[in-house]
């Protein structure tokens, strides 16, 4: 008499995936930006980039922080990064850059955020972060895409 093979239950693991894991949103915060890796930059496609102010920081166009803001923009194309439009609202701002790749990419959208915040804080007379999360970028593949940016 042949005998069938025996199953196991499947063994108990530790780890992975499961349903209602991870940490949970804080109530009234807004979620951040993803810690993904970001996808390569090519320099045919400008990128519409957000950076969002933290709580601290109440508002960007006021009349002792806006000029600073404005000249540190204005300070920050080099190289292969270049800021071709930007608009300021109370807790964000919204950038239209070109960069020759993706390190140049990286380079001047840090440098810039480094620029801004220092130049808010010195404005204010305060120290600390100022960008609440890392930098939002959508790259505008067609020029209907950078006109939508550019009205939005």
């Known amino acids: 008499m042949a005998r069938g093979q025996l199953s196991l239950p499947a063994p108990r693991t530790w780890g992975g995936r499961r349903t209602g894991a991870g940490r949970k949103p804080t109530p009234g915060r807004r979620p951040g930006v ?3 890796r970001r996808p390569p930059h090519t320099a045919a496609h400008p990128l519409h980039v957000t950076l ?3 709580p601290a920081v109440r508002c960007l166009r006021s009349e002792r922080v806006f000029p600073t803001v404005r000249r540190a923009f204005a300070a920050a194309s080099h190289g292969g990064f270049r800021v071709l439009q930007f608009s300021v609202q109370d807790d964000h701002v919204h950038l239209i850059v070109e960069a020759d790749d993706t390190r ?3 380079r001047g959208l840090r440098g810039l955020a480094i620029r801004v915040a220092r130049a ?3 404005a204010l007379g305060r120290r600390g972060a100022v960008w609440q999360d890392r930098y939002h970028a959508r790259p505008l593949t067609t020029p209907r895409a950078v006109r939508h940016a550019l009205v939005y």
Request: glycine share 8%; proline share 8%; net charge positive.
């Open 34 to 36: 993803p810690h993904r």
């Open 52 to 54: 969002r102010t933290g």
């Open 104 to 106: 140049a990419l990286r």
């Open 120 to 122: 808010v804080n010195r």
